[in-house]
């Protein structure tokens, strides 16, 4: 009942900059938390940044400093800047969110498709 468009992955070389849109859609009431995760090549899938409903926010150790997520709740979308861009962010970037939605009485968690980001040396 919820779908996740993810946009703004590519290629880029180290050191620079991308910026990656979440757009959710559906019958949505209110929406919880929303996170961004990755998964490179035979890797685990890993918890990079989350953003409460209230705007708080938290941070892999490996991308603190670098990478930023924020949304927009008139929007629905959430957002993850990367800067200063390194080879080991080359993953799979996917969103990720809880969500309240019409004639459901629980939130729902759903996942968007992913967008690949390419980061060369």
């Known amino acids: 009942q919820v779908q996740l468009v993810e946009t703004g992955g590519g290629s880029v070389q180290a050191g620079g900059s991308l910026r990656l849109s979440c757009a959710a859609s559906?019958?949505?009431?209110?929406?919880?938390?929303m996170n961004w995760y990755r998964q490179a090549p035979g890797k685990q899938r890993e918890l990079v940044a989350t953003i409460s409903s209230d705007g708080r926010t938290n941070y892999a150790d490996s991308v603190k400093g670098r990478f930023t997520i924020s949304r927009d709740n008139a929007k629905n979308t959430v957002f993850l800047q990367m800067n200063s861009l390194k080879p080991e962010d080359t993953a799979v970037y996917s969103c990720?969110?809880?969500?309240?939605?019409?004639?459901?009485?629980?939130?729902?968690?759903?996942w968007g498709q992913g967008t690949q980001v390419t980061v060369s040396s």
């Open positions: 559906g019958s949505i009431i209110r929406i919880n938390a």
């Open positions: 990720n969110g809880e969500f309240k939605v019409l004639f459901n009485r629980d939130y729902v968690n759903s």
